[in-house]
Nanobody, 124 residues
Framework: QLQLVESGGGLVQPGGSLRLSCAASGFLLNGYTIGWFRQAPGKEREGVSCLITSVRSTYYADSVKGRFTISRDNAKNTVYLQMDSLKPEDTAVYYC?????????????????WGQGTQVTVSS
């Protein structure tokens, strides 16, 4: 069974950091595009970052560029999202997703598999 499981969310003060993990089971991440999305209450789901594993290309939304870093651990079959300099507007449920297409896309419909999400709250 193909599955993605996120972890690492929590409550952090503005300016703080969190590292989210997305562990894949039932398939290898090689050849997939892995994306991180987030959804805040009352807002649409938006793409945050994605990694094309086949060419090791990374993409970031303008709102997180320079603050978030996506990376991958092949041995653990896991993708990470390092989030630094967090702001209250980063508060959302964060989801990881996998696409069988190699593309730098933030279009949710192009992703085949989704995790259950992890809550990130940035507040003092």
């Amino acid at each position: 069974q193909l599955q993605l499981v996120e972890s690492g969310g929590g409550l952090v003060q503005p300016g703080g950091s969190l590292r989210l993990s997305c562990a894949a089971s039932g398939f290898l991440l090689n050849g997939y595009t892995i994306g991180w999305f987030r959804q805040a209450p009352g807002k649409e789901r938006e793409g945050v970052s994605c990694l094309i594993t086949s060419v090791r290309s990374t993409y970031y939304a303008d709102s997180v560029k320079g603050r978030f870093t996506i990376s991958r651990d092949n041995a653990k079959n896991t993708v990470y999202l390092q989030m630094d300099s967090l702001k209250p507007e980063d508060t959302a449920v964060y989801y990881c997703a996998a696409s069988q297409r190699s593309l730098g896309s933030f279009r949710a419909y192009e992703y085949n598999y989704w995790g259950q999400g992890t809550q990130v709250t940035v507040s003092s």
